[in-house]
């Protein structure tokens, strides 16, 4: 099974991601860089030339296509949760693990990253905030695994994702 990692922009999924999959011997998919290479254009070219709704359209049709491979560590972009499609695909294909990280240390970690195109506004943290509460009862309803993330190395994280994966798999075999 796949194993999807959701979550908002700064939460750490790719990161994370790339530790997990390490740790587990799985290959890692970040859809957003899979889907600049395809494309060959950075995310934020993409949102200016084809808006929200297409980079969206573009997201789901890529993440539908990597859910059609197995146990493999996918992030995914931080709106993927958007579409009631994409998590439907995510449960349906793996086990969704959200990232939940507190609004100060998502900001911490985007607030100088200029590739951020929803963040590209006047006031950038509130920006982030109201995404984070839109968002949030998404990611809660689409995630079987909750993994609290904060300033813990990508490391350790992975190590809890791990344990969080191992304790979910054993609790599914034994309800089954």
């Not at 999924?13 to 060959?40: C, H, M, Q, S, Y």
């Not at 254009?41 to 993440?63: K, Q, V, W, Y």
């Not at 990611?139 to 695994?145: D, E, G, P, S, V």
């Amino acid at each position: 099974m796949n194993i999807f990692l959701i979550g908002m922009m700064g939460a750490g999924k790719t990161t994370v991601g790339r530790a997990l999959a390490k740790r587990l011997g799985l290959p890692f998919i970040d859809t957003d860089r899979a889907l600049v290479e395809r494309t060959g254009a950075p995310i934020a070219t993409i949102f200016d030339l084809e808006g929200e709704g297409g980079f969206r359209r573009r997201e789901s049709a890529m993440l539908a296509e990597v859910s059609q491979g197995e146990d493999a560590v996918v992030a995914t972009g931080g709106g993927a949760v958007l579409a009631e499609e994409n998590r439907e695909v995510m449960r349906a294909h793996g086990t969704v693990v959200y990232l939940r990280a507190r609004l100060e240390f998502l900001w911490d970690r985007t607030k100088r990253d200029t590739n951020r195109p929803l963040l590209a506004t006047a006031d950038p943290r509130a920006t982030l905030a109201q995404i984070l509460e839109h968002r949030e009862p998404l990611y809660l309803a689409c995630a079987h695994l909750i993994v609290d993330t904060g300033t813990q190395s990508a490391a350790t994280l992975a190590g809890r994702v791990a344990t969080a994966l191992k304790r979910h798999e054993e609790a599914t075999r034994k309800s089954a």
